[in-house]
């Protein structure tokens, strides 16, 4: 059985494209989950890429921003491309199957506005590294 169950926050707006072929919505965003026992000198969060696909999708286009926290079920897919450089990079994803709030509109927007404060989010160019399979 394939199955992942992951609460935790958005480090950015979902970035959204449609399939040519069926003009299916597909939505890539990257999920910060905080680890329950945090060492000292290691990570305090785990960074997940994740993708949806359809009415999943649109939802996170219309709803999800930066900073909100969610809960959600899918299942890993992992995968490999060669990039410019000519380089095999190996890929591990969330599939979305469902999504759902973890907190009222009201507690997210100051929640959102001071979790980007602390240490627990990548700094600015270290995201797009892990983030690049998706462009």
């Known amino acids: 059985m394939n ?3 992951l609460a935790g926050r958005l480090t950015r707006d979902p970035e959204i494209r449609y399939a040519q072929q069926s003009n299916t919505a597909i939505a890539r965003y990257t999920l910060a989950v905080d680890r329950q026992v945090k060492r000292e000198g290691e990570p305090q969060a785990d960074f997940l890429r994740c993708v949806a696909f359809g009415r999943t999708a649109e939802f996170a286009e219309q709803y999800l921003r930066k900073g909100t926290k969610i809960a959600v079920t899918g299942r890993i897919q992992t995968g490999s491309y060669t990039n410019s450089d ?5 890929t591990t994803d969330v599939v979305i199957e469902s999504q759902e709030f973890c907190e009222s509109k009201a507690a997210c927007a100051p929640a959102a506005q001071n979790s980007f404060a602390d240490s627990t989010f ?3 160019g270290q995201e797009e590294a892990q983030y690049q399979y998706f462009n």
């Open 3 to 5: 199955k992942i169950i």
């Open 86 to 90: 000519g380089q095999r990079v190996y």
């Open 122 to 124: 990548m700094p600015d």
